[in-house]
């Protein structure tokens, strides 16, 4: 019997290396490392920027080795041409580069993220990352585009067809990067699902955990605007709006930041502004929830919905929803440094890669599918297989 499970262990490991091929990575970092609100000491680190000592990937990865590795989708890093405030060629001193992010759900905890969308943009370079879902730490629908070479990319888990009647798709994306003349802009926005009745029409159009993030660079300034709602409906051209959990954060100028529970046709119910400062629900040693958090100063903004902290007393943020963040500044430069090619200021970038469906990404930027299905299955097949053959063996061993 121990041959038995010798046998089931082997074969779950070359299904899952024969898996492994088919699973197209294309994890996106959907909250890089940000500067912290500094008007709000209380205000946690956004989603992903770490501090949490145990997760689900974590624990995978110790496991055999048999976690998949996420792979960062090119766009995903922020390259900024030259140093934030560098000296432009014609003197003064550059804008620094703008970051926008924005999360419907994110629970780092879980290595789970819904609508999670990050851009930058900066000297001679900007990107665009979307990370429309994943689950426990498997990207299944995302891509990024990265400036230089730049373009468009898009994609989702599952759409319609193109028709006049109906226009559906579940956790769709669309990215871009480019560069014209002295500006540079990123953006990205992806949602979990997306309905058009008879679009040409506008009859109806419903996004539900949706997110959005653009950034914006030149020489003299630099700003990122991004926003995400729980649900946003429209009806009848829109006639009717009612959007349900919201956020958004602009740092043009000194910054501004929003949020609120809801709104019908522009008139919002329990917003920052109406309840004065942030709730704070605090069950001690358990767990901190926070609610309706703004804070905006000195070009930097940001904005959330519901922030859980403090859980166990874990370091960090185990989950937030309905967040945006952007930073930007200002600059005396008249031109740009550090670049080459078609994406340098003076030129004009606008090459596009557009593809669409499930396995629909452009060269370079791969897009998830069925193949973290297949493996996810395989894994926990085998991993079935296993733990009921050793319950055998261990049956048979005190029979005999």
Known sequence: MVRVVARVAVASALAAAVATPLTLS????????????????????????????VSVSSLLQNLGGLAPIPLA????????????????????????????????????????CVSCNSSTAGNGASSGSSNALEVLGFPISGGGSK???GGDNNGALAALPANPLLDAALADWDVSSSSNGTTTKGHADSGLVDLALAPAQQVLDLAVLESGADSKWTPTSSSGKSFSNGVDLALGGGALVIIVLHSDADSSGDGSAHTYVASINGTELLSAEQVGKPIVITIPGVVTITLLQTSATGGDAGAALVTVTKLLGMPGTQASGV?????????????????????????????????????????????????????GVLL????LMALAASKVARRWRALA
């Open 26 to 53: 294309a994890h996106a970092d959907s909250t890089p490392s940000l500067p912290g609100v500094p008007s709000l000491p209380g205000l946690p680190s956004l989603p992903g920027t770490g501090g949490v000592p």
């Open 73 to 112: 989708v090119p766009g995903t890093t922020p390259s900024t041409g030259s140093p934030s405030g560098g000296s432009g060629g014609g003197g003064g001193t550059n804008a620094p580069t703008s970051t926008a992010s924005a999360d419907a759900l994110a629970i780092p905890l879980l290595d789970t």
């Open 147 to 149: 400036n230089p070479p």
């Open 323 to 375: 967040d945006a963040t952007d930073t930007g500044g200002t600059g005396t430069g008249t031109s740009t440094a550090g670049c080459s090619g078609a994406s340098c200021p003076g030129g004009s970038n606008s090459s596009s890669g557009n593809s669409t469906g499930v396995q629909g990404a452009s060269t370079g930027v791969p897009s998830t599918g069925i193949g973290v299905g297949i493996l």
């Open 380 to 383: 926990i097949g085998g991993g």
